[in-house]
């Protein structure tokens, strides 16, 4: 059963920022809903939770939380959050980062991060556009896609985050659209809970610098019209974008959709509980090696 | 069902007459002292308590409750 808003808004976010600085129908504001109501429903430890963000609109969302909160440097976020869980792993680190920030500047930090398996949620506001400097051409932009950069339609591929943290072997990886509200909550949920790196990317709306539609309400209505499960075995030999050496075929009336799912639910272990068993290891050794010499 | 909007949060993005499968919200003409338009509540009996709109709202500024649990209160 939900809860009521306001009591959630109560407990955990900081009622003298609100309303929050987004504009009107941005999705950053329906993200800060879902973690809220994710958080509450694990029944978290506010005192134990660090909130890490980089630059972008996205990365004023941890101000809003009545939690810890660090607000670092473009495309750092995910070095950030390393250091912090790695020198107390009792922390709970969830990251918010935007498209600028992970699959541009930031993009070698998070595969890294996804290579040591680190126990961190990163979650991944992704508007296709840089929405906070007025909607310049980013790495997620679609082709074919108009922005302030690219007046005459964008001729780059694009990045799709959520293929690309699997191919680097994430534990888990789940794409939604904020028009997904039960999904991105249970995602949410799913990515905080598992052990290692979980990255849950969020197809958002930006009503003001991306012109796509006049109105925020059509972006919903897109975000639900154009959005397709994601079919991990399929047989037909057809793949849109980037994905084509990765194994993962749609068929050609798919093309051009928002893929949608869980992409990948597995089981590692993670950098703190190897790193443990490491010291144990290391210690044990030195001082048989130091007996011997005796 | 007991429909709440705090209108001082509201920022008119129109999500919650969009998502509403009863059309319970409803353009009007009042704006809150931000300026922004703030949907009013039309034929609220036929709430079906679904909570769209309290999940989809972007400032959280939607509440619904059942009418019971208030009056225990």
């Known amino acids: 059963m939900l809860k009521p808003s306001d009591e959630l808004r109560e407990k955990y976010l900081r009622k003298d920022l609100l309303p929050s600085m987004f504009c009107p129908g941005c999705s ?3 993200i800060m809903n879902y973690t809220v109501r994710a958080i509450d429903d694990l029944e978290m ?28 440097t473009h495309g750092r976020a995910i070095a950030f959050a390393t250091g912090i869980k790695v020198t107390n792993p009792d922390l709970q680190v969830i990251v918010f980062t935007g498209d600028g920030d992970i699959a541009a500047i930031g993009l070698n930090h998070f595969l890294q991060s996804i290579r040591r398996n680190i126990d961190i949620t990163v979650i991944c506001v992704n508007n296709e556009t840089y929405g906070m400097t007025g909607g310049q051409v980013s790495p997620t932009s679609p082709m074919g896609f108009k922005t302030k950069t690219t007046p005459y339609s964008n001729i780059e591929h694009s ?17 939604w659209t904020t028009a997904h509200s039960v999904q991105a909550i249970k995602a949410i949920k799913k990515g905080i809970k598992k052990k290692g790196l979980a990255f849950i990317e969020l197809i958002s709306a930006c009503p003001t610098s991306d012109r796509r539609f006049p109105e925020p309400k059509d972006y919903l209505n897109y975000f639900l019209n154009e959005s397709i499960r994601y079919k991990p075995h399929c047989e037909d030999e057809l793949s849109s974008h980037v994905f084509k050496n990765l194994n993962e075929c749609f068929t050609a009336q798919d093309e051009g959709k928002l893929i949608v799912g869980e992409i990948t639910d597995l089981d590692k272990p993670d950098y703190h509980e190897l ?11 030195f001082w048989k090696k130091r007996e011997n010499t005796d | 069902m007991d429909i709440k909007i705090k209108e001082e949060y509201c920022k008119g993005c129109e999500y919650c007459i969009e998502v509403c499968p009863q059309e319970i919200f409803q353009k009007s003409k009042r704006y809150n002292e931000k300026g922004y338009n703030v949907p009013e509540l039309n034929n609220s009996k036929s709430c079906t308590g679904c909570k769209k709109c309290e999940l989809i709202c972007p400032e959280m ?12 209160k």
Request: charged fraction near 25%; aromatic fraction near 12%; glycine fraction near 8%.
């Open chain 1, 28 to 30: 950053i504001g329906q």
């Open chain 1, 159 to 175: 990045f799709n985050l959520s293929f690309l943290a699997k191919a680097a072997g994430a534990v888990y990886v789940s794409r």
């Open chain 1, 275 to 285: 790193y443990k068993e490491l010291k144990e290891r290391s210690i044990n050794e």
């Open chain 1, 45 to 72: 430890d506010q005192d134990k939770l660090v909130f890490v963000s980089g630059i972008g609109c996205s990365s004023r969302l941890p101000a809003y939380f009545e939690a810890y909160g660090v607000h670092t």
């Open chain 2, 61 to 72: 500024a939607i509440t619904i409750s059942k009418e019971e649990e208030n009056k225990k």
